[in-house]
Antibody, heavy 117, light 113 residues
Framework: EVQLVESGGGLVQPGRSLKLSCAAS????????MAWVRQAPKKGLEWVAT????????YYPDSVKGRFTISRDNAKSSLYLQMNSLKSEDTATYYC??????????WGQGVMVTVSS | DIVMTQSPSSLAVSAGETVTINCKSS????????????LAWYQQKPGQSPKLLIY???TRESGVPDRFIGSGSGTDFTLTISSVQAEDLADYYC?????????FGSGTKLEIK
């Protein structure tokens, strides 16, 4: 059974950093692109980042480019999202997802990040 | 960036009725190489993570009831839910997987009267 379990969320002050983790199991992690998607409270879905199988290629929207870094450790079947210079508008539930060429196939349960002073 | 415009933002129907949700992309999602449309639909039930329902515009994910039908090509797409059930209460999102940045529609909230 495919499982994606996010962790590392919490309350953080504006301008500070936070690192999210996603532990994957039930599939060969190194064979798949992985992504982060977020959802602000009562709002829609926003894609945040994607990383290739080896980690050599990463993709971001302009809203987080230069502040967020996606990475992975295939030996540990783990995905990460380093978030720096956090803003109030980064407050959201963050989901990790297994990405295939046609969509986001499996999603974790999500982890909440609140950016507030 | 490809902008996804989804409508309506909400709708309320009685069980057994048919629902249509529309999604329009600002650029064609049809690949000239394989003639496939890179459009996906997701369902998000209250308090749950999103779930992939339909991909490549019209292919149902395994286990998805056949009352969910995806159609369209190029820039105009539709999700039809025939004979809506109470369990279909959810938010529905379209998403283009044609190019980065990946983008979602703004969502449609389906309520059951």
């Amino acid at each position: 059974e495919v499982q994606l379990v996010e962790s590392g969320g919490g309350l953080v002050q504006p301008g500070r950093s936070l690192k999210l983790s996603c532990a994957a199991s039930g599939f060969t992690f190194s064979n798949y692109y992985m992504a982060w998607v977020r959802q602000a409270p009562k709002k829609g879905l926003e894609w945040v980042a994607t990383i290739s199988t080896s980690g050599s290629r990463t993709y971001y929207p302009d809203s987080v480019k230069g502040r967020f870094t996606i990475s992975r450790d295939n030996a540990k079947s783990s995905l990460y999202l380093q978030m720096n210079s956090l803003k109030s508008e980064d407050t959201a539930t963050y989901y990790c997802a297994r990405e295939v060429y046609y969509g986001l196939f499996y999603w974790g349960q999500g982890v909440m990040v609140t950016v507030s002073s | 960036d490809i902008v996804m415009t989804q409508s309506p933002s909400s709708l309320a129907v009685s069980a057994g009725e048919t629902v249509t949700i529309n999604c329009k992309s600002s650029q064609s999602l049809l690949s000239s190489g394989n003639q496939k449309n890179y459009l996906a639909w997701y369902q998000q039930k209250p308090g749950q993570s999103p779930k992939l329902l339909i991909y490549l515009a019209s292919t149902r994910e395994s286990g998805v009831p056949d009352r969910f039908i995806g159609s369209g090509s190029g820039t105009d797409f539709t999700l039809t839910i025939s004979s809506v059930q109470a369990e279909d209460l959810a938010d529905y999102y379209c998403q283009q997987h044609y190019s980065y940045p990946l983008t979602f529609g703004s969502g449609t909230k389906l309520e059951i009267k």
